[in-house]
Structures are given as structure tokens and as C-alpha cells.
């Protein structure tokens, strides 16, 4: 039996009892390093990262292995695994840029970091938001009606598409729907929002 | 794409933005794996749902954790076989020191099984039978002792009358230790006896279970803190109990305690799972639970915090 078709129960059972342990452990690590690596690569670290992160992620299983109880899928408990070293290494990145970073008593510096940092700057001295760039006050205000007077499941799947640009049947996996129910919600959402919304914004596509 | 849609969908990525500016944490993996799997009441569903509107990265972590672990199969290159087997050579130089660790992991993991309730008697019996082995060779020992001491009584002359005396007294001594570990082997073997028929009596098929069904404290309204009280006959073992949750609210797992009235800890577990009918029932040895009072604490465990779910008062009485 290949390392890849064999009951990764038996695999771990053999390991708790101290069977084999480098071997079955072996086949765990060859069976999942490819997907756990990609885990990281998705998340825009470079491949020596990458490599270091798959690692720690590994040596975590394998500190943690003799307490696994298999309440969870083992291939969940290692997302979980990969997702807390994940989130420990951006704590461990924002401790060290918060540490490093010289803040200046001015903000003549502020703005350009953080654009720097891809996030919006929010200048907590007025109101003006995102929104304010881009329409006047009444299309603002007209916008949020429209997308706050829709059902809710309708309004979470048009915003994930139009926001998120997710595909149907990622919408449907984040809200737990059938990729059919979130089709109606998007053909609904945009016949109510075309019949609010066309003075301001023509055609409506989703 | 017309200006006027660019302009559409810009102004509802800026309104999401500053939806998310207010947003002020990540989901935990703990919570996105239990909406994952569906574990959540609606209202936490939708609490959610609500986030992964607005948190790109959440989105894209549940949407690896569906895909998971065929992720390696969508979009970039695949490593190659080459690859992995180098990081598992490094990955082999890092585990191996850990062997070490893993054993006494190991170890502990296997003492703490040896010692639980249910293999207790085992234990012992194993142990007693360890001591009776020592006992039995040190008994030979002694035994060649004494028969080198009369050989050397024998062969020895007129002469050696000097040494006759001490002889007489390590023959003396000899023969106390040798009575004294024979009366020491005979203890043990009445104890691992009366041990092995522990054990037949608890491998032993139970008829009339006791079984006692427990409402938590406060499940009347008003009612002050009742005492149930299961009576257990003599030939039972075990008994059940049924506790039943008043609380309905759903957590990940549950974790159980037992403590007297003096407040020790009997006996507590984790990681457990509520049963099909919103209860848990408890198979208890008679040996782990005197006759008296106990209190049971049922904890819910939601995002690593224990909170108290519902408490229980039972009174234990052998027949």
C-alpha cells in the first residue's frame, strides 16, 4: 500500500503506539507537505519562507501527535496547526515592524507607510471615508438603502462577488449554500438594485 | 466594462472597506473550523458570515480549509518528489533529538493509561507481579548462599573451629532473610490472588445496572439544590448516571469533573461530545467512588474558555 492510499488512522494509531514511529511519520509528512506548503505560498511568503514555515508546521504535528485524539479530521487539525503558525509569523512580523518603525509626532510620515502597507488611511479627525472619494452624498446614501434594503443572505452573497470577486461556487462555499441558491440571490439582487440604483448607475452586472 | 459600472463596483469595494476599518480581529482558527463544520448556532453563523463579507483573509483561509488538503493541486507549480524528500531530510535532523521527548511523551502517555480507573488493578497486579519475580530470585540467591556456607562447614577442619561460630551466624541470618522474603512472596501472592479476582469479577457481564437520571441544580425554577440519590446493591460494580443539559446552546466539546464533599478531584475528562439526546451518560466503578456526596460539573468549551454549563448533585449509597 503507497504512502498515499493508506488509512492515515492506521498510520497515527501506529505512531501513538510507538510503531515505527520515523517511518509512519515519514509517510504523514510526504502525504501532506505539498498542500501544507501551498497553505504558505497563498499567503504571499517566498519559498524560503515557505519552506521554514511547512517545517515549524510539521515539528508542531509531531510535539503534538502523542495528544491527538482524533475528535477532528487529522487533515483538520493540521489546517489548524498550519493556520496558527501562519498567524503566530504575522504577530511575530507586526511585533518586529511595531519595534522597528519610527512613528513621527507630525503625521507628515503616516499617510506614505501606510500606503506603503496597502491598507486605506483613515483620518480620524473627520468623517470622510473610502466611500467619500468616490460618490457625492446622495449616491452614498442611496447606495447603502439599496444594499441594506436587500435579505440579508442576498445582500452577504452580493457583496462577497462584487467585493471579494468570488466565483459562484465560492460564494457558495462561504456561506454554506447551494451554488443555485446563491445564482437566484445574484439574478435577485440585481433586478432590485438595477430598479433602485439605474438612475445613478445605468445596467447593473454581477 | 461601462464607466458607470467601474464606478458601481468602486463605490461598493469603498463602502466595504470602511466596513472593514471597523472590523478589529481575525476570526480564530477554532471558530472558522467549527463554522467549517457547521458546529455554530444560527446566531453565531451569521456573526460569522458577517465577517467573511467584509475580512478578504478569513474568506481565503475557509476557502483553503474546504480545499484542503488537495490545495497543492490548484494553480502554482507542484513540487517535486525531489524537493519534498530533501525538506523531509531536514525535517529527520530536527525530529531526531525529539525522540527523546516523544518517548517520555510516550512514557507519560502510558503511565497516565496505566493509571486510569479502568486499568488500575492491571496495573498493580503487573507491578505486584514485577516484585514477586525480584523476591523469587533473590530467594534462589540466598538459598546457593546457604548451601555454599555448609559446603564450606563441611570441608572445613578441625582447625577452622574459629570460624565455625561466624559461619553459625551468617547461616542464622541467611535463614531469618530467606523466612522473611518467603512470608513477604506469600503477601503478594494473596494480594495479585485476591487482584485477579477483582479483575474476573469486573470483566464479568453486569445484570440491573443501577442507572440514576441527574437534572441539574436549578432545572425547576425555584427549586433549591437537590440531592439525587442512587442506591447500588452489592454485586454491582458500576453504575450509570444520565446527566441531562438544561443548557442548549451548542460548544465545540464538553469537559466533565467530579470532586467529593471535601472538594478532591475524583475524577475529571475533557474533549467530550454531547450524545444524539442532549445528554451524557457516565458509567462509574464503585471502587473509584466511596459511599458519600459528589459534586459533577459539566463545562462547555468554546474558543479555549471553559464555561460552567450545568452542576450536579448525587449522594452514593452501597446496599
Known amino acids: 500500500m503507497s504512502a498515499d492510499t493508506e488509512p492515515i488512522d492506521r498510520i497515527i494509531a501506529e505512531w501513538q503506539a510507538g510503531i515505527d514511529r520515523e517511518e509512519n511519520f515519514r509517510r504523514l509528512f510526504e502525504r501532506y507537505y505539498r498542500p501544507v506548503h501551498r497553505f504558505f505560498e497563498k499567503r504571499g511568503f517566498s519559498r524560503e519562507e515557505c519552506r521554514d514555515l511547512t517545517q515549524e508546521t510539521f515539528i508542531r504535528v509531531y510535539i503534538g501527535m502523542a495528544g491527538f485524539r482524533g475528535e477532528a479530521r487529522f487533515e483538520t487539525w493540521l489546517f489548524h496547526i498550519a493556520t496558527n503558525t501562519y498567524m503566530k509569523e504575522l504577530r511575530h512580523r507586526s511585533a518586529q515592524k511595531r519595534a522597528g518603525h519610527h512613528i513621527p509626532l507630525d503625521d507628515s510620515g503616516t499617510a506614505q507607510a501606510s500606503a506603503s502597507e496597502g491598507r486605506a488611511v483613515v483620518d480620524p479627525a473627520s468623517d470622510r471615508g473610502p466611500l467619500d472619494d468616490v460618490l457625492n452624498g446622495e449616491q452614498r446614501q442611496v447606495l447603502r438603502q439599496a444594499i441594506a434594503s436587500l435579505p440579508e443572505q442576498m445582500r452577504k452573497c452580493l457583496l462577497l462577488r462584487l467585493y471579494q470577486e468570488l466565483s459562484y461556487k465560492e460564494i457558495a462555499r462561504v456561506m454554506r449554500l447551494s451554488e443555485e441558491t446563491v445564482k437566484a440571490h445574484l439574478y435577485q439582487a440585481r433586478q432590485r438594485l438595477r430598479a433602485q440604483l439605474a438612475d445613478y448607475f445605468g445596467e447593473i452586472e454581477l | 466594462m461601462s464607466e458607470r459600472q467601474e464606478r458601481f463596483k468602486a463605490a461598493v469595494r469603498a463602502l466595504m472597506e470602511e466596513a472593514a476599518l471597523q ?12 463554522y467549517h463544520q457547521g458546529e455554530l448556532s444560527s446566531e453565531d453563523e451569521r456573526r460569522v458570515q458577517d465577517h467573511l463579507v467584509v475580512c478578504r483573509e478569513c ?21 517535486s518528489d525531489a524537493e519534498v524528500a530533501a525538506a523531509w531530510q531536514q525535517m529527520e535532523s530536527q525530529i531526531q533529538p525529539g525522540e527523546t521527548m516523544g518517548f517520555f511523551a510516550g512514557a507519560r502517555q502510558w503511565f497516565g493509561a496505566m493509571l486510569s480507573p479502568a486499568r488500575l488493578p492491571y496495573a498493580i497486579a ?15 540467591s540466598l538459598r546457593q548462599e546457604n548451601q555454599q556456607l555448609m559446603a564450606r562447614l563441611k570441608v572445613s577442619p578441625a582447625g577452622q573451629d574459629r570460624d565455625l561460630a561466624s559461619i553459625k551466624r551468617s547461616l542464622q541470618e541467611a535463614r531469618r532473610r530467606l523466612a522473611e522474603a518467603a512470608r513477604r512472596d506469600e503477601q503478594y501472592q494473596t494480594q495479585i490472588a485476591q487482584l485477579q479476582q477483582s479483575l474476573e469479577e ?37 453504575f450509570a448516571l444520565v446527566l441531562n443539559v438544561s443548557d442548549r446552546r451548542p460548544y465545540a466539546s464538553y469537559a466533565l469533573e467530579i470532586v467529593d464533599r471535601e472538594g478532591r478531584v475524583i475524577w475529571r475528562d475533557r474533549g467530550l461530545r454531547m450524545s444524539s439526546y442532549d445528554n451524557f451518560t457516565l458509567m462509574l466503578p464503585r471502587r473509584l467512588f466511596p459511599a458519600g456526596e459528589y459534586r459533577i460539573a459539566l463545562y462547555g468549551l468554546r474558543d479555549g474558555r471553559r464555561e460552567l454549563v450545568d452542576r450536579y448533585v448525587l449522594r452514593i449509597q452501597y446496599q
Open chain 2, 23 to 34: 472590523e478589529d480581529a481575525h476570526l480564530t482558527p477554532e471558530r472558522l473550523i467549527a
Open chain 2, 126 to 140: 503487573a507491578s505486584l507481579f514485577i516484585v514477586s519475580l525480584a523476591l523469587a530470585a533473590w530467594i534462589v
Open chain 2, 202 to 238: 469486573l470483566s464479568q457481564p453486569q445484570v440491573n445496572v443501577p442507572i440514576a437520571d441527574l437534572y441539574p441544580q436549578g432545572f425547576i425554577r425555584g427549586q433549591q439544590e437537590t440531592i439525587e440519590t442512587i442506591e447500588v446493591p452489592p454485586g454491582a460494580n458500576f
Open chain 2, 59 to 79: 474568506t481565503a483561509l475557509l476557502l483553503d480549509l474546504e480545499a484542503f488538503p488537495a490545495l497543492d493541486q490548484q494553480g502554482a507549480r507542484r513540487l
